[in-house]
Each structure stands twice: as C-alpha cells, then as structure tokens.
C-alpha cells in the first residue's frame, strides 16, 4: 500500500527554518515526482514546490522562491523541503503528495497519494 508519511513540523519563530520529510513506503520513490502543499484554515491548498522523479528538475511557488528548498533521496526513499526565513504567512498544514512518472506541476489535482500533513507555526 502507498502511503506518505510527512514529519519536521513545529512551532518557529519569524526568520526560522525547519526541515520537513516526507517518507515514502509502499512504493519505489525514484518512480515518482513529488509534490509539496500547504494549506492555511479558510484557505484553498496550493503546491509550494515539486520535485521530478530522477531529482534534477525542481519547481517553486513565487512566495517561497529563495527561502525554500526541496530535495530528495531515493535510496532512503525521503524528500525533504528545507524552509528558511520563515514569516507568519507561511504557517498551514504542509502536505506532500506523489504522482507516477515526470511532473513538476504545482497543481493538487494532478498528484494521486497524499500524507496526511504536519503543522508548521511560524510565531513569535
């Protein structure tokens, strides 16, 4: 059975970072290309980056561009996105979701399998 597993979520401060991962089981991972999301309470969820299935080609959301990084592992079957400077509004429930095949799309719709999502609070 396919299943993502997201952890790294927290509690940080303006101009913090956290590393988040995303675990993937069920599945060889180098097959994939993954997606993260985010989605804020009264919000619509919307792709924040996405990795292509090899890892060569990376996308990202205009408001995290320079702050956020995405990258993966296959041989431990791990992506990861690394957010730096932080700012309230980047505070939601992150997801990380997978799609059979090359992708870079930032579009939910477009993924299949989703993690159920680990909180990420950017606060003083």
């Known amino acids: 059975q396919l299943q993502l597993v997201e952890s790294g979520g927290g509690l940080v401060q303006p101009g913090g970072s956290l590393r988040l991962s995303c675990a993937a089981s069920g599945f060889t991972a180098d097959y994939y290309s993954i997606g993260w999301f985010r989605q804020a309470p009264g919000k619509v969820r919307e792709g924040v980056s996405s990795i292509s299935s090899s890892g060569s080609s990376t996308n990202y959301a205009d408001s995290v561009k320079g702050r956020f990084t995405i990258s993966r592992d296959n041989a431990k079957n791990t992506v990861y996105l690394q957010m730096n400077s932080l700012k309230p509004e980047d505070s939601a429930v992150y997801y990380c979701?997978?799609?059979?095949?090359?992708?870079?799309?930032?579009?939910?719709?477009?993924?299949?399998?989703w993690g159920r999502g680990t909180q990420v609070t950017v606060s003083s």
């Open positions: 979701a997978a799609v059979n095949g090359y992708t870079l799309t930032l579009r939910a719709g477009a993924y299949d399998y």
